[in-house]
């Protein structure tokens, strides 16, 4: 069953006390109740595992590890994995924040933030919690063959994940854009969802390669990228990509994508 924002459980990670009263007070005002805080990365593990909240809001600097490791440890925890995460941080390094985009975080909440801020990450949490499947007219989902292409196997499970929740659950995944060639050799895909830093062949020269010397260049091109670079992104547009998806990845702006780029 659905679940409202008013309904959500949250664990917050935060070691100020101060600031673990200024969230909670902003969680407060958009309803929700069931807060619970801790001031570390152990006590937030010992306490999902009794108790799996709805998502976690975590800072980025932790007394024992980082708000990127404490991410990184719950995808590759078998039970919990599918927790919802929110990262609060003034980080703005594009590498640390990058290693916590590709784990599958669900926002990444500046400090300070404000009171809108918070609740757009609670409403893409929820929309993770909540999926809708895909309605196209008069295709059957299940027929839509997709190619998943990240090197980055947290990457490639969060992203695989979302799109089965949205009904799309026949997918191939290619660790690069050179497996991803060899792949395309031999099969065809209604849907390309390729990230864009990769070692090997990255996105953009996939997406050339797709687009100039495959047997299907016209298949459908969503690039999943945290880059911001201009100039590169104006590199891969004109290498061909439908179109470009920011990190996190998003179920809302993802499924509006798809059903336009697949109507």
Known sequence: MDIDLQDLSVLLVEPSGTQQRIIQREL????IVNVDCVNSAQEALNF?????PDVVLSAYYLSDMTGSELLHTLREDEVNHEICFVLVSSVTDIHQLDTVRQ???VAILPKP???NDMKLALKATLSHINPEAIQIENAHLEDLKILVVDDSALARK???KTLVSMGLDNITEAINGLEAVDILNSSLFDLIVTDYNMPEMDGRELSAYIRQNSNQPSVPIIMVTSEHNKS???AVQQAGVSAICDKPFEPDNV???ISQLLQ
């Open 158 to 160: 969060y992203i695989k």
């Open 113 to 115: 933030f404000d009171a």
């Open 28 to 31: 407060n005002s958009l309803g």
């Open 103 to 105: 784990a599958g975080v």
């Open 255 to 257: 499924r509006q994508l």
């Open 232 to 234: 590169r992104l104006a």
């Open 48 to 52: 999902i595992s009794f108790s799996a």
